[in-house]
């Protein structure tokens, strides 16, 4: 601890410029070093909210306050003083408010591992937005309060609340199953439940109607606030239990209580796969939690239907089987290595570009949308075939001229109207093969081996 006499150190007083927000007039710009010296102003470590202790910086108040009085009235060396004074007691309540954190944070764990969850301890606000706490669905002050999150689902809650969660990481969750509920909104009584909550166990109902309720009339329950008046009919519930509202979660099916189901909006994959159906539906935090996560993971594989019925789909589908056919020349092109092509454009979504078979969400929506997914792809698409036809000789090179009729024009797997044999890869015009459907290369394969 540096001593106090360090703290009120006297010295000479800054230049204007380095108290930005001053209105000082032009005769205050050049005091002299007489009216405000190294007698008479008290300076602190610029740029450090907590340079010094509660009790230093008492001390520097009270000499502040003393040269305040001692100094000439509606003088300009007060008129500093009475800045910098201003300035130590906001220090002051500063060093206040850390000590009383750390002196509650003192047993809070940096970082626990709980149902999966890796939580970390947050101390400084990170934004300005409200946040809640998952646990609890109280409000988090993360000005003056530090709480945990979880560094895989941003699972967020108060310290006193890490102890009671219920539910397990959704990213364990989906390295466990990465694969989507398949079912769209699978049905799934209440009754299974046990009248439960799925994740918290809280006893749940539907709402009633107003009236009254066949059932034993001496075992009523008058429902909590968010229901209509009325008597519920006898079990599984004892008399004077207070029942939360039942919300099914549009992803899994599953009935939840509002602290757990807060009606957050999010697109079904299941309605997406099945009808192409991108209208946000109600779930539960968890599941709003699992495909908030998974929306960048190529999880997602279509049918044939949805090809014949969407034609952006099908385009995306014919450029990336293209696509495929181009990376097997751009890997094997030493200038194409050389230049760093390959990563730049390879790169970019390598589900899309190594794969014609799976999609993540997100590309889903953006082909839904009509942004990026499309126009990236053909933009890729035109960079690589620009390269193999027309700028490298060597790629060039390695393509095929058909056998079968007189065009002696040099194609590529990827060219329009080819046929690719599915045995060696041979290719040729797609009308020549309809005439008579048979690979030439494969012909001659197969005399050379009879001859043998």
Known sequence: ???????????????????????????????SSISINAENYITVKEGCQSAFTVEELTLAVTKCEKLVMQSEECSEERKWL?????????????????????AVELDIEEAQVILGHHFKIEYEPTSTNTKYCDTCCGTIWNV???YYQCIDCQYKCHAKCVNSLNRVCVHLLLSENPYYESGICPEVGLDLQNYCCYECKTPITFSFSKGYYFGNPFSSVLFSSGFSKGYYIGNPFSSGSRLAEARRCEYNGRYYCPSCHWNTLSIIPARVIHNWDFDPKPVSQSSYQLIRISKSRPMITLGNELYATVEELAAVK????????????????????????????????????????VFSLNDLIDIKNGQLIHNKIESVHSVLHKHITEECDVCK????????????????????????????????????????PFCPKCTRKEKKIERQ
Not at 82 to 87: D, F, H, K, N, W
Not at 97 to 102: A, D, I, L, M, Q
Not at 412 to 425: E, G, H, L, Q, R
């Open 318 to 357: 014919k450029l990336r089987e293209e696509l495929a056919h181009m990376k097997q020349y751009i890997a094997r092109c030493r200038y194409a290595l050389e230049s760093g092509l390959h990563m730049r454009e390879l790169e970019w979504r390598r589900h899309l570009v190594h794969s014609t078979e």
């Open 1 to 31: 601890m540096e001593p106090v006499e360090d703290v009120c150190t006297l010295t000479p007083s800054p230049s204007p410029e380095a108290n930005s927000g001053d209105d000082l007039s032009d005769t205050a710009t050049n005091i």
């Open 144 to 146: 003056v309060q530090s």
């Open 82 to 102: 009475v800045r910098r004074l201003i300035e130590l007691r906001h220090r002051l309540e500063q060093a206040k408010e850390n000590e009383t954190v750390k």
């Open 397 to 436: 090179g390695r393509g095929y001229i058909c056998e079968r009729c007189e065009d002696k024009s040099t194609i590529f797997p990827f060219s329009a109207n080819t046929y690719v044999c599915p045995k060696c890869n041979y290719v040729q015009h797609k009308h020549c093969w309809l005439k008579k």
